[in-house]
């Protein structure tokens, strides 16, 4: 079975980027991510309605990473420490050394290659630290943006759930999305995770 340790915090760098810790002093920043109609379009989840909300969801990922259950970074310029997005991998299935990932990002940065160099780190630190097999992203099918950015990082289409999610009173389809460790990486100067 996996054994996973997030403890002390995974800071990592790129680049341009620092993924950090996420702390209540970010609170502003989750909660304009958890209540922007754009950033939220396709997370199919109620957004936040008040900081409180933000606060709540703070506390609730920095509990289940001290129990080594989650883990999320705050997406960061290297120059500026504000948080402009979160990277995670939550649902983390020890057992099948297999978790699933998940990230949003500030519309101020969308296009700028930001996500593609997180996600490449992140992968990569799935594969080598966590020693994970396959990553998983469930994805709303409208969403191009992301469907974009996985495929692009040779992600595979498992999967296409029709109406198997009921969100905001409609049954919503599911796309999932897999990578294994095995495959093949082009955001990576090797061709094969080690």
């Not at 909300?53 to 259950?69: G, P, R, V």
Request: one cysteine or more; glycine letters at 4%.
């Amino acid at each position: 079975m996996l054994s996973i340790n997030f403890n002390p915090f995974p800071l990592l760098t790129t680049d341009k980027l620092l993924l950090r810790h996420i702390d209540k002093s970010d609170v502003n920043e989750i909660f304009f991510l958890r209540s922007d109609e754009k950033v939220m379009k396709y997370i199919d989840r109620p957004p936040a309605k008040t900081t409180d909300d933000a606060y709540k969801f703070i506390q609730i990922i920095n509990d289940l990473e001290k129990n080594n259950e989650e883990v999320t970074w705050a997406i960061t310029l290297k120059d500026d420490l504000k948080l402009i997005g979160t990277i995670c991998y939550w649902n983390i299935k020890k057992e099948h050394y297999r978790a699933e990932i998940g990230f949003a990002l500030h519309p101020d940065y969308w296009g700028k290659g930001i996500m593609q160099e997180a996600l490449t780190e992140v992968l990569n630190y799935g594969f080598k630290v966590m020693n994970l097999h396959s990553i998983e992203a469930n994805v709303n099918p409208d969403n191009a943006a992301s469907i974009k950015l996985l495929e692009k990082n040779n992600f595979i289409r498992e999967a296409y759930f029709k109406e198997n999610y009921f969100f905001n009173g409609k049954f919503l389809d599911t796309v999932i999305y897999s990578l294994l460790q095995t495959d093949s990486y082009k955001g990576s100067k090797k061709k094969k995770w080690e």
